[in-house]
């Protein structure tokens, strides 16, 4: 494969005293001094600058930092040389550098100045010693003698110009310059004037679908929001209009985005679907589009999406040399390397045909699970193999998606070992690991928590499965997430945290990478909570009570999530206040005064078949279900279905309440009405109730809803609940024109 470009690498080189090596500082005391070239930019500098801050904390000398020039060197001025040349080395490109040894001096040199500030943060680590595993941890050695060897040639060019990692954790100036990635220190990209979902920019839904339906998506037989139509001359003429005047705004920015919005609600017109018949796919209709684009602005670099229905290549159009192809993995397993995974042969498909097409790639890769972002995640033996495929297919740009949002399990590991790989795809990962948790965790705990991701990723093989960005953990609690294994998991946390029992720092970052597994068992106890590791347990009258001991495990997560500063356990929505709140909902049995409890429920039709688990007992087992609608919900994708509960025999009835689950995100809506009927014989029914709502509430991204029917008392046997639900996606939604869904939770009859 092509990868970084080094002639030599480096170790860790302190305290020798041979005539092989260079000794910058012994004992307090140097003949060295730093040379920056005269009128050297601000970048050269400030890597001057920061070198002679670390130099001194390593060493207790303080550098002086000098104009230097051909004579000083002719003159073997003893020397740690800081120069930027951009004709001798221009081959380095922006980001490229040299270290190297020439007599007494030791030189750092740039293509750029951004390459010879790359070159000064590699001396420091590869050379010096130092490290930065996060934004606050950082590790500076101290050493009497600071020695480097001769003949250092280390020459570095990365194949990965464009280097980006999505956490919160490293939009830290610091991080960033250390870690060599391109996005500043509040996430932003600034070569960037579009990143992403672009259409909605260019051609506002708000302030054109009203008089102009026509510019917009054919879905269905009908026009939606979703999307532009891409066939309309005018389309194009808008969108290059409000291109241009977002440029005037931004003209440094050089890449801008002109690409679908997030949803598969595509134009359908004749005129498109011709195109899309030619080409192959979708993707038809949008890479002719942006390439006409691209010819009014050939000064700047126009990136467009190969994401979900646009991810296959076209058939006959190429993309022109300023189109940049946007290719996300979204749909990929993350259990197994994408280049050997059974699954993954369609993408790979995918991938080869757009190399063959171009060679400017910029990669979307995930390394998280969105939907529970405090969640086992195994898959860091995925990383390395990846970035090494996508390298292979002409990738020049990687943007790895991890968590936006304070937290996630191991976001620092995680952005180090992406941030290392995508500036050399070849590095010793393994070693890099291995440093990591031992400088991070503490090398008393480092090694336990090694272990236990190396158990948790044999589990995960072992077990054939596959892990989705969209899974959760309750999918594997049969197999790498069963209690078995949880608790042989917990007990390596125990052995950490008692190795670091008197470090509180150290205790405290072994307690945070513990959350995940926490996490994991709270959510386990949903799929059987009256079961022995479950949130129920008899009273001594009987009657169902919560276990104290997962009260006292979801107050100590939800305590540390606020401690740490998560705000989020889920991509888009569930603060741990909201979690709080789910979960102590769930964790009181409504079985008091609650006529339905435990009772026999009759359904149709029945539930789609994946969403049916326990459809016999789920409605009236008293259990409230949380934001997972795979637990504790039935749900259909029918317009209409209903629920009837035996009482077993006829009972004074006065308030009938169900609860409707909302996922915007999944297609999940509150129904459009709920209607309530009771009888005595189940044959001939009254309505004594009906709820409605006129239309979707989409203030709540997610949330819970109760519809009911209360007034006069009356009697019956029989409760029928009708649910009438929105049965299509509405047109502004990223599923328009498809089923949408209703999920139904507890029945409770008073």
Request: net charge negative.
């Amino acid at each position: 494969m092509k990868s970084l470009f080094v002639l030599l690498g480096a170790a860790l080189l302190f305290g020798s005293c041979t005539s092989s090596r260079l000794t910058l500082a012994d004992g307090g005391r140097s003949d060295y001094r730093i040379e920056v070239e005269a009128g050297a930019d601000s970048l050269t500098q400030l890597a001057a600058e920061r070198f002679q801050d670390y130099f001194r904390q390593i060493s207790r000398v303080e550098l002086p930092i000098v104009a230097g020039g051909a004579k000083d060197a002719s003159e073997g001025v003893k020397a740690i040389v800081f120069a930027t040349d951009t004709s001798r080395l221009a081959d380095l490109g922006q980001d490229g550098f040299e270290i190297r040894t020439d007599g007494e001096r030791l030189c750092v040199e740039g293509g750029s100045s951004r390459g010879t500030l790359n070159g000064m943060y590699t001396l420091l680590e590869d050379y010096l010693g130092c490290r930065k595993y996060s934004a606050a941890v950082e590790v500076i050695p101290q050493a009497d003698r600071v020695t480097v060897p001769r003949g250092i040639c280390d020459r570095q060019v990365p194949v990965i110009t464009f280097r980006d990692l999505h956490y919160r954790g490293t939009n830290d100036q610091g991080y960033i310059d250390w870690h060599k990635l391109s996005h500043d220190t509040a996430g932003g990209k600034p070569d960037w004037g579009f990143w992403c979902h672009s259409f909605g920019q260019l051609l506002p839904a708000d302030e054109y679908f009203a008089s102009h339906p026509e510019y917009f998506a054919l879905v269905g037989g009908q026009r939606a929001s979703t999307q532009p139509c891409l066939s309309q001359p005018a389309v194009l003429e808008i969108m290059c209009e409000n291109l241009a005047r977002a440029m005037a705004v931004k003209p440094e920015a050089r890449y801008w985005s002109v690409s679908t919005n997030d949803n598969f609600g595509y134009c359908q017109c004749a005129a498109c679907a011709e195109t899309d018949s030619v080409e192959g796919s979708p993707t038809g209709s949008v890479i002719r589009f942006v390439n006409r684009v691209a010819e009014r602005f050939p000064d700047k670099t126009i990136s467009t999406l190969a994401y979900q229905y646009t991810r296959a290549a076209p058939r006959v159009t190429r993309p022109r040399e300023n189109v940049n192809i946007m290719f996300c993995n979204i749909e990929c397993n993350r259990s197994r390397p994408i280049a050997t995974d059974s699954t993954s042969a369609s993408f790979r498909r995918d991938m080869e045909q757009w190399a063959e097409l171009t060679d400017n790639i910029l990669v979307w890769d995930y390394v998280i699970q969105f939907k529970n972002l405090v969640s086992p995640f195994p898959n860091f033996h995925t990383l390395q193999p990846n970035i090494q495929y996508f390298v292979d297919n002409h990738v020049v740009a990687m943007f790895e998606q991890g968590n936006r949002e304070v937290g996630g399990e191991f976001a620092d590991l995680r952005a180090y070992l992406l941030a290392k790989l995508m500036w050399n795809p070849d590095a010793d990962v393994d070693a890099l690991m291995n440093d990591f948790l031992n400088g991070y965790y503490g090398p008393q705990a480092g090694p336990c928590i090694r272990t236990y991701i190396d158990r948790l990723t044999a589990e995960l093989d072992e077990s054939g499965r596959s892990l989705s960005i969209f899974g959760a953990p309750t999918d594997a609690a049969n197999s790498y997430l069963s209690a078995e294994k949880l608790a042989e998991y917990g007990a390596l946390f125990d052995r950490a945290e008692a190795a670091v029992a008197q470090d509180s720092t150290l205790l405290r970052r072994g307690r945070i990478a513990r959350q995940p597994l926490r996490y994991a068992e709270l959510e386990m106890t949903k799929l059987d909570p009256y079961g022995p590791a479950g949130i129920y347990m008899r009273g001594a009258d009987s009657t169902w009570i919560t276990r104290p001991e997962y009260l006292q495990k979801l107050q100590d997560f939800i305590t540390l999530c606020k401690d740490e500063g998560v705000t989020r356990l889920s991509e888009w929505h569930t603060t741990p206040d909201e979690y709080l709140e789910m979960m102590s909902r769930i964790s009181v049995v409504r079985q008091d005064g609650n006529l339905s409890f435990g009772r026999p429920v009759s359904l149709a039709p029945a539930p789609h078949p994946r969403y049916a688990r326990d459809a016999d007992k789920v409605l009236t087992n008293g259990i409230h279900g949380s934001n997972d609608y795979k637990i504790q919900w039935l749900g259909w994708d029918v317009p209409r279905f209903e629920a009837v509960v035996d009482l077993g025999s006829e009972q004074p009835i006065a308030r009938i309440t169900a609860t409707y689950l909302q996922v915007l995100t999944d297609w999940i809506f509150f129904p459009k009405q709920v209607t309530f009927y009771v009888s005595s014989d189940g044959t001939h029914y009254v309505q004594v109730g009906m709820e409605a709502q006129s239309e979707v509430n989409r203030a709540v991204a997610v949330g819970v809803r109760d519809f009911s029917a209360a007034g006069s008392a009356c009697r019956g046997r029989y409760v029928k609940v009708v649910t009438d639900a929105l049965g299509t996606c509405p047109p502004w939604h990223l599923g328009a024109g498809g089923k949408a869904f209703a999920f139904l939770d507890e029945i409770i009859v008073e």
